[in-house]
């Protein structure tokens, strides 16, 4: 289990998320953002070149190896919020996602001492390397050996 | 379709979303968000009383209506981000959520004189009247009639 003392500002974790496929992105949109870039290949690819995935799905797919693969070593109480998230450029069926999340700061509460906030800023870029999301936010971590102190 | 000039600050709109289900809630978290507060109903109840849903399940419920009803009316060039993002109280099995949406700034773009930015603020309430979760963000419309002026 890691807690908040085991994170260092700076501190750099990379993964991978999607691709999506252009089926992938239209079920996804059916049910959760039925607009046209994301259901309508003809009107997307006039617009834009291609389909491109809802927002949401891009926030999901991002985060995905992340909520997969470090959030559950983490002594997490919980999730506050997201700030500045981005959309800044298409996500577009078949491409694979870098995905760098960096430490931006480290708050022990001072109300409760078992406690502090793990911030990380996100940013995830396509095969060209354009970065097509960042954003910021912050989890609730344990403190270690608290309770000796 | 509705441009940039059909809506005022303070304009309200109301929807409802959710409720979601004990399974709905770890049917989804089992691929977006494996955390025991949404995946394990009895750690999640000894911690919070029941499960919980996770905060991105939250996120695409409180959109559906607005997404699905309010966006394909839109003469919408796309969604820009999400700020101040805040997920404060859980969100339950069985809860139906109010969910309030309002106008909070529409801001002609200097640049491009056929368009500009609406913000609008969401905030998701439970059956107790607590607010769930608020966030705002902002969304690039077309304006009216610029081609004639």
Known sequence: VKYLEDFA???VLNYEAGPVSSEEIMT????????RLHIDP?????????LIASGFQTLVHVFRPITHDLMPQLANLGGLGVDELRWLQPWRPDE????KLE?????PSRSKPDRGVLVYRVEARNP??????????GVMLKRKGTAAA
Chains 1, 2 share one sequence.
């Open 28 to 35: 996804f949109a059916r049910e959760w953002d039925p607009q």
């Open 9 to 11: 500002v700076g501190d």
């Open 42 to 50: 003809e009107y997307a690819s006039a617009l834009h070149g291609s």
């Open 128 to 137: 060209r390397d354009e970065v097509i999301m960042t954003l910021e936010t």
């Open 96 to 99: 694979p996602l870098k995905v």
């Open 103 to 107: 430490i931006t700061s480290i708050t």
